[in-house]
């Protein structure tokens, strides 16, 4: 199974092909936590990815809420080996 930061490169790279600008969250000390892994940005669309291995991972404190909020005020997901290819297609489309 890929790791993570790979599904992250990965996913992010394809999404930049599209006109997306991309933001990896750089984690650290000071870090607020439950911040997602990723912002994404075109034409007035915004959205929050979070990250995980495999959609048996554990979503650390705050990440369920934080990407529920994106979700309601415009867009956000966990992305995982198991669903990232119907995200990118969706996000693909909302792109044209």
């Known amino acids: 199974m890929a790791r993570e930061s790979d599904l992250q490169s990965k996913f992010l790279s394809e999404l930049r092909k599209v006109g997306y600008k991309c933001f990896k969250q750089q984690m650290n000390a000071t870090t607020r936590v439950g911040t997602p892994d990723a912002f994404i940005f075109k034409e007035g669309f915004w959205g ?7 959609k048996n ?3 650390r404190p705050g990440q369920k809420e934080n990407v529920a909020w994106a979700q ?3 867009w956000g997901s966990f992305v995982y080996a198991e669903n990232k ?6 996000l693909k489309e909302i792109a044209k």
């Open 57 to 59: 991972s554990k979503a």
């Open 85 to 90: 290819d119907e995200v990118l297609k969706y």
């Open 72 to 74: 309601e005020n415009s």
């Open 48 to 54: 929050w990815i979070e990250f995980k291995k495999h």
